[in-house]
């Protein structure tokens, strides 16, 4: 081996020049490559949090894998407002801005934050698993299975610092 793994071959990157995505009439994601249609795609993140933009999965309804996109800024301009909007509507995850209170009943915790969608006011069912710290990224679900992004808990201020370190 010449010191150089051939990962390419592996992942099946998709050709950003070959392929194109855009909506059918209703409204279900197509993509398009090489003369073939695939309607009803879906996309997955490979690196959600720390790389959103890149190695994008593209699966069949059934979950097969059709390719991968290595990274969004390689597609034409329509397909990736495109995907984007996709990825934006599946990987809904607001970023708290602020806590303004987290209240314990019945040793539930009640969260009332402000995010970059607005406030929300949610419950968490366990908080040590279902708050989980990777470096200064906080992540967090919630009763409903809805997920929360703390960015960087270094940034909160200091009253939101503190009611988040009740929680972790």
């Known amino acids: 081996m010449d010191g150089v793994y051939p990962l390419e071959t592996e992942l099946n990157l998709v050709d950003p020049g070959s392929v194109r995505f855009s909506r059918d009439k209703y409204d279900e994601l197509v993509m398009h490559q090489d003369g073939h249609e695939h309607a009803g795609v879906r996309l997955i993140r490979g690196f959600p949090h720390s790389a959103p933009q890149r190695m994008l999965s593209v699966r069949?309804?059934?979950?097969d894998e059709?390719?991968?996109?290595?990274?969004?800024?390689?597609?034409?301009?329509a397909s990736r407002q495109v995907v984007w909007d996709e990825l934006e509507s599946a990987y809904f995850i607001p970023r708290i801005d602020r806590i303004?209170?987290?209240?314990?009943?019945?040793?539930?915790?009640?969260?009332?934050?402000?995010?970059?969608?607005?406030?929300?006011?949610?419950?968490?069912?366990?908080?040590?698993?279902?708050?989980?710290?990777?470096?200064?990224?906080?992540?967090?679900?919630?009763?409903?299975?809805?997920?929360?992004?703390?960015?960087?808990?270094?940034r909160l201020d200091p009253a939101s610092r503190t009611l988040l370190e009740s929680q972790i």
Do not use: C, K
């Open 60 to 63: 069949t309804r059934t979950g």
């Open 66 to 77: 059709l390719g991968m996109v290595a990274n969004l800024t390689d597609l034409d301009d």
């Open 100 to 154: 303004l209170n987290i209240e314990e009943r019945f040793h539930v915790p009640f969260w009332e934050v402000e995010t970059d969608r607005g406030p929300r006011r949610f419950e968490v069912r366990s908080g040590r698993s279902d708050v989980r710290v990777h470096g200064a990224l906080v992540l967090i679900q919630d009763a409903d299975g809805n997920h929360y992004t703390i960015p960087d808990y270094r």
